[in-house]
T-cell receptor, first 112, second 117 residues
Framework: SQQGEEDPQALSIQEGENATMNCSYK?????LQWYRQNSGRGLVHLIL?????REKHSGRLRVTLDTSKKSSSLLITASRAADTASYFC????????????FGQGTILTVHP | NAGVMQNPRHLVRRRGQEARLRCSPM?????VYWYRQLPEEGLKFMVY????????ESGMPKERFSAEFPKEGPSILRIQQVVRGDSAAYFC???????????????FGEGSWLTVV
């Protein structure tokens, strides 16, 4: 069964607006991570939030984690055209190593 | 400090041929992971290797796929007798240690895009 599902599947906004993407997961987690992937490229690690954290900031990124609802959200503030990419959440479940379960991703398009 | 290096970046194979994908982890990293991304899907874990050992291959198809990480040289993902359904992007990642629980991340390469014709 699919673990880690993002919504929306696609999001289209104007430059300067905020973008919010959500992620749900089914297993227990050690931490949850967000990645960005530009078309035809590899994954870039954005931010990691641990299971005992509720919110984390990094530049224009804000991630929240609600373990009771098994969900996380990624907020990109003041979006730019360069933020156009696919965004994935991933969790390691109960393992201590890099066996990550990825969601299907949200395709974000930021129009200049 | 070079990142995770994968080659080839693009590979075209005819049905029935073999595909070999190589991955050199970041300097100082001894843990390698392979993931597969089918078109318009997220990444799926395939295998986790340390030098000369396969630690977790729970995501590897039972047939035609194999992986190794020898004492010297890159990690190799080998697909024998490729079929059209093997067309995908194959990503390698590495980490310096195996503990994600302490907040260590894994670092991905740019991927190898396999097309089976």
């Amino acid at each position: 069964s699919q673990q880690g599902e993002e919504d929306p599947q696609a999001l289209s906004i104007q430059e300067g607006e905020n973008a919010t993407m959500n992620c749900s997961y089914k297993t227990s987690i050690n931490n949850l991570q967000w990645y960005r992937q530009n078309s035809g490229r590899g994954l870039v690690h954005l931010i990691l939030i641990r299971s005992n954290e509720r919110e984390k900031h990094s530049g224009r990124l804000r991630v929240t984690l609600d373990t009771s609802k098994k969900s996380s959200s990624l907020l990109i503030t003041a979006s730019r055209a360069a933020d156009t990419a696919s965004y994935f959440c991933a969790n390691a479940g109960g393992t201590s190593y890099g066996k990550l379960t990825f969601g299907q991703g949200t395709i974000l398009t930021v129009h200049p | 400090n070079a990142g995770v290096m994968q080659n080839p970046r693009h590979l075209v194979r005819r049905r029935g041929q073999e595909a070999r994908l190589r991955c050199s982890p970041m300097k100082g990293h001894s843990h390698v992971y392979w993931y597969r991304q089918l078109p318009e899907e997220g990444l799926k874990f395939m295998v986790y290797l340390q030098k000369e050992n396969i630690i977790d291959e729970s995501g590897m198809p039972k047939e035609r796929f194999s992986a190794e990480f020898p004492k010297e040289g890159p990690s190799i993902l080998r697909i024998q007798q490729v079929v059209r359904g093997d067309s995908a992007a194959y990503f390698c990642a590495s980490s310096p240690k195996d503990s994600l629980s302490s907040g260590n991340t894994i670092y991905f390469g740019e991927g190898s895009w396999l097309t089976v014709v």
